[in-house]
């Protein structure tokens, strides 16, 4: 468990390199739980830090949960990351870039890809067609403090994200205070979280604009779930919609909204 006693980031330049952590919740492969609010502010959790997705084990209530989780790489990135002397990657190695500056993501390695860029407070993103994602069991951004993730106008469809005894779930668990979501669609999501649950966003300190969840399913256990946003700190929600069933299963049901729940 860690909790932000300061505006200092809490985590940088460090990983975990073992093979397997077990728990009966809040089990991540670097980070357990992360509390990330502090004096109004999102406080850049975890920076180039991270875990092998492919080979460390979570053991969720001795079930085997191949769950995507803060600080989380694939086998390809985190190799590389090693070969780099834990160093940050670097996105031109990775994607294409246009004209604006934009760092375009165009298949669903990209949006694997993308989990070593999403701490990089200086990079944006743009997505170029339209993906399904349905193969990516779990997969999502659990932070995303970079500038701007801009959808394109194009959907991303079938996200799957089970994760019940997980804080901070949604298509990006944590969107951070300098960051954005433009002109975006979700279609079909099935999202299920523990808190600070949204099918766009868990737990939000940033700006969402022309962004909409179209249909699916967002469910949590415990409280501040909601269609597009969990828990909205402040941010600036514009043109946003929502048209997903959201369901409380827990024994709490407070702060459950349509759109946002708090």
């Known amino acids: 468990y860690m909790y932000p006693y300061s505006t200092t980031t809490a985590m940088t330049d460090s990983y975990y390199d073992g093979t397997s952590v077990s728990g009966t919740s ?8 992360y509390d990330d609010y502090y004096n109004n502010t999102y406080n850049n959790a975890v920076i180039n830090s991270h875990y092998n ?15 995507v989780t803060i600080g989380g790489l694939y086998d390809t ?26 760092y375009l993501i165009s298949n669903l390695n990209d949006l694997k890809e993308l989990l070593a860029f999403t701490d990089d407070a200086g990079l944006s993103f743009k997505l170029t067609t339209n993906l399904d994602v349905s193969s990516l069991t779990n997969w999502h951004l659990p932070q995303f403090i970079a500038t701007e993730f801009n ?12 994760q019940p005894e997980t804080t901070n779930v949604g298509f990006i668990g944590r969107l951070g205070s300098s960051s ?6 979700l279609s079909n999501v099935a999202v299920s979280g523990y808190q600070y649950v949204g ?16 249909s699916g399913t967002v469910e949590a256990t415990s409280i501040y779930i909601g269609g597009l946003i969990g828990y909205d700190y402040a941010g600036v929600i514009s043109n946003a919609s929502s048209a997903v069933t959201v369901n409380q299963s827990g024994s709490y049901s407070s702060y459950t909204g349509g759109l946002v729940g708090y």
């Open 26 to 33: 809040y089990v991540g492969g670097l980070v357990g739980y």
């Open 199 to 214: 099918g766009m966003v868990g737990r939000n300190f940033g700006d969402l604009d022309n962004v909409t969840v179209d």
């Open 180 to 185: 954005s979501v433009n002109d975006l669609s």
């Open 77 to 102: 990135e985190y190799t590389d990351w090693i070969a780099n002397s834990y160093a940050s990657l670097t996105p031109s190695d990775y994607f294409s870039q246009d004209t604006n500056g934009y």
């Open 53 to 67: 997705l492919d080979t460390v084990t979570l053991t969720v209530n001795s079930t085997v949960s191949p769950y």
């Open 151 to 162: 959808g394109g106008g194009f959907t991303i469809s079938n996200l799957n994200i089970d």
